[in-house]
């Protein structure tokens, strides 16, 4: 199979979703059906453009503790509770 055409399940993988998930977006017309066969197949520049995957990613793991660990620490020294879903709502922000 050429590189620039994927089948369902490889496109699920990369793109961390449920296989079906891309069945879906192939029948709602996101995405262009391709046949091998009885295989559906579909092109991978319009899944990666599709999902955002040519976007820059996020911080690495080891980034993401390191700013969860500095937001703890200025939680506890400012006397302000702060919780785990304060995190991600500025990570979010900070993603815009």
């Known amino acids: 199979m050429s590189d620039d055409l994927l ?13 079906e998930t891309v069945r879906r977006w192939v029948w ?15 092109e ?3 899944l990666v453009a599709l999902c ?16 969860a660990r500095a937001f703890r620490a200025e939680s506890i020294d400012g006397h302000v509770p702060r919780s785990a879903a304060d995190l ?5 922000s900070e993603r815009r």
């Open 44 to 46: 991978r520049a319009e």
């Open 52 to 67: 955002g995957l040519d976007r820059a990613s996020g911080p690495t793991l080891a980034q993401w503790r390191d700013r």
């Open 28 to 42: 709602s017309g996101k995405l262009r059906r391709h046949s091998r066969g009885r295989r559906m197949l579909v």
């Open 88 to 92: 991600v709502i500025a990570d979010r």
């Open 7 to 19: 089948d369902i399940h490889d496109a699920a993988v990369l793109t961390g979703r449920h296989p």
